[in-house]
């Protein structure tokens, strides 16, 4: 878990940087030479990307059924929403507008 931090500090501004690099290439010289350099230099990156939005669509489907399934878990119940709280600090609160 400690190299996942590392990896990220490196591995995003080289990113960025070659997104940069290809948007001001394109800026400066847009012709089909600089298409094919762009396309030749960065399909690894085209490839990470696609990897990285194959595994986002299951996180991103997950993600909506649990919120829909604390949605209808409140709705059967009559819960309130849960807004997590410092109890500590909702009871300094209350107290001290006369909620005790």
């Not at 600089?34 to 993600?63: D, E, K, N, S």
């Amino acid at each position: 878990m400690e190299n996942k931090g590392a990896l990220l500090t490196v591995a995003v501004p080289l990113i960025a940087f070659k997104i940069w690099f290809a948007i001001l290439l394109l800026m400066y010289a847009p012709t089909r030479d600089t298409m094919v350099w762009i396309a030749a230099t960065h399909w690894t990156l085209i490839i990470v990307f696609g990897f990285v939005i194959a595994a986002a669509i299951p996180l991103i489907r997950l993600l909506k059924v649990r919120a829909k399934r604390e949605r209808l878990r409140r709705a059967e119940f009559m819960l309130e929403p849960s807004h997590p709280q410092c109890s500590a600090l909702w009871e300094t609160v209350s107290r001290l507008e006369g909620g005790d």
